[in-house]
């Protein structure tokens, strides 16, 4: 149910899907935008320095929160781009406008239903829809669609309906064009930069999102590898109602990561859903070379048992993503070089996934080289002593790693020999950040050292036989 941030209802959302409503806003949009950047231009010429630069903070901050508003009740591809800037932008945009935008990946208000149940009828038909009793109030609602819980009349059988925005994927192209301009004129990228290349990436990866065909495929195709691991639930897919814009899945009950009852459970228990979570993006990346890249909390929910064998129940893998072996094998040579403490293989792994330049200065491979020795800190045969239980634990809940990484890789980006990663790397460590601070919210306690080593040097699976 979608809600806002104090426990109550939220509003239901008027969706501006037609094109005059939709080109209005978005011109709008880029008249205050650029209208802002002249007059924060003039005022700047009668500041001092130190006036200036803290100017620019505020600058920046009062731009990303105005894009965040617009897009956040735009919806569609529009924030979807906006959601993806935070993700890129950590590696070129002001930290201060990142914090911001990172605020569209939550707060998505939900689309009114008599907005959508005319355009549920159109996609499944009417026959097939009366077969099911939909509840009008959004279990969840995103930037691309919203998820409404449904039951079977026929056998009663619980459902979630995954119905998407209408007429989204035949915005995409002009939403995209015209939102780069917007951030242009608001000047949240530095000067030169070459901001159509990311586009496409962000474009490439919003059609594989809306293609709800494909998410059937990965739901299933997820469910039959994780089929005998009672560690994880994945939910039964139902063809027969689903169609390209509309995914219906059973509903399976779980809890946010985040809510009381997971709080409250035993340290033990927390450990072993952590390591149940680490260990799925270990099989995902090092066994199959498919990963689900969206780390967002609701994809990850957890199912109390009685017995105390508690299960992630995971969903959406709209933004399940396939790794070439080619980019895997010297992925895996940076991971290595980072756990065994040997650079020459780490930067070789770098070089080989075109994060750095061969004719890098050494400062650059030496300062790249601290950036993967701080990532592996948790995976240390002995992890830092402040940070440890008495056996040798990493408490992952005490430390702050995640933003020492953040801040680190904003510091390397500022050198002109840095390269804004290929498209594999960012989401790749979007979810592989995910991940740090889901454990860091279940405040694992937890030696991963052997779990890593082991997938690292396996003998089977997709390690190299060499590695």
């Known amino acids: 149910m979608a809600k806002n941030s104090d426990g109550g209802k939220r509003k239901p959302l008027k969706l501006k899907t037609g094109s005059f409503d939709r080109n209005a806003a978005m011109a709008r949009m880029g008249m205050m935008a650029g209208a802002s950047f002249a007059t924060h231009t003039v005022g700047n010429l009668f500041r001092s320095k130190a006036d200036r630069e803290a100017r620019n903070r505020e600058f920046y901050v009062k731009q990303a929160q105005f894009l965040a508003d617009e897009l956040g009740q735009l919806k569609g591809s529009v924030m979807k781009v906006g959601q993806m800037l935070s993700v890129y932008g950590q590696y070129f945009m002001p930290p201060e406008a990142i914090e911001v935008l990172r605020s569209l990946q939550d707060d998505s208000p939900p689309v009114a239903w008599e907005d959508l149940e005319p355009v549920v009828i159109e996609r499944l038909g009417r026959k097939r829809l009366d077969e099911l009793e939909i509840d009008p109030e959004p279990l969840a609602a995103a930037s691309l669609g919203q998820v409404h819980r449904a039951r079977r009349k026929s056998d009663g059988r619980e459902l979630c309906i995954k119905v998407q925005y209408p007429r989204l994927a035949d915005a995409i192209d002009s939403d995209i064009r015209t939102l780069t301009n917007i951030v242009r004129l608001a000047r949240l990228v530095p000067k030169g930069m070459e901001l159509n ?271």
């Open 197 to 467: 290349s990311v586009m496409e990436e962000v474009r490439e990866m919003i059609y594989r999102e809306v293609d709800y065909d494909r998410e059937l495929r990965m739901t299933r195709e997820f469910g039959q590898r994780l089929a005998h691991d009672d560690r994880y639930v994945v939910p039964e897919v139902f063809p027969e109602y689903s169609t390209e814009t509309v995914l219906v899945t059973s509903f399976e009950a779980a809890d946010h990561v985040q809510s009381e009852r997971v709080k409250n459970l035993a340290q033990e228990r927390r450990n072993h859903l952590s390591e149940s979570a680490l260990e799925l993006f270990f099989l995902e990346f090092f066994n199959w070379g498919i990963v689900q890249t969206d780390p967002h909390f609701g994809n990850y929910k957890i199912r109390i048992n009685d017995d105390g064998k508690d299960q992630f129940v995971l969903l959406d893998f709209g933004a399940t993503r396939e790794f070439a072996p080619r980019f895997l094998g010297s992925y895996y040579d940076t991971v290595a070089g980072a756990f065994e403490g040997d650079q020459a293989k780490l930067i070789d792994g770098a070089i080989g996934i075109n994060l750095l330049r061969r004719d890098s200065p050494q400062r650059v491979f030496d300062d790249f080289a601290k950036v993967g020795l701080l990532i592996i800190e948790p995976f240390r045969e002995q992890p830092p002593a402040e940070l440890s239980t008495p056996d040798g634990r990493y408490k992952w809940g005490e430390s702050d790693l995640f933003w020492r990484v953040s801040r680190a890789v904003q510091d390397a980006a500022i050198s002109r020999w840095f390269r804004i990663p290929p498209r594999e790397i960012v989401f790749l460590h979007r979810r592989l950040g995910g991940v740090f601070v889901l454990l860091s919210v279940l405040g694992a306690e937890l030696n991963a050292h052997d779990l890593l080593a082991a997938y690292l040097y396996q003998e089977n699976g997709r390690i190299r036989p060499d590695a």
